[in-house]
């Protein structure tokens, strides 16, 4: 098993909305991080998509970037940890991260 951490842009056609950036951690069963890294990058192009929102304005969900693949070390069940990542500036990562604050 493998955790991506997959990027996506949405967008509004409204010309005041400023872009929206997910960040996803999604897990693919897979027999090497190669193979991971495909499925993550079909699975991300799958939820691309246009709807109208409750206004009629155009939302625009596309994938941008696979940051990483990683092996989900481990059985998976409660207090599993999917995905780590280690950071060497603190405050860099608080600007970023509104929850994190």
């Known amino acids: 098993m493998f955790a ?3 990027m996506y842009e949405v967008r509004s056609s409204r010309p005041d909305h400023a872009p929206l ?3 996803t951690v999604t897990l693919l069963a897979a027999d090497s991080a190669e193979h991971a890294a495909e499925r993550a990058r079909e699975h991300a192009e799958s939820r691309e998509t246009t709807f109208p929102d409750h206004t009629g304005d155009l939302i625009t ?7 990483d693949v990683t092996e989900v070390d ?3 069940g409660d207090g599993a940890d999917v995905y780590t990542r280690h950071f060497s500036d603190y405050r860099a990562y608080l600007a970023v991260e509104p929850l994190a604050s």
Do not use: K, N, Q, Y
Request: aromatic residues 18%; charged residues 20%.
């Open 61 to 67: 969900w596309s994938f941008r970037h696979l940051v």
């Open 74 to 76: 481990g059985p998976l």
């Open 21 to 23: 950036f997910e960040e």
């Open 4 to 6: 991506a951490v997959l």
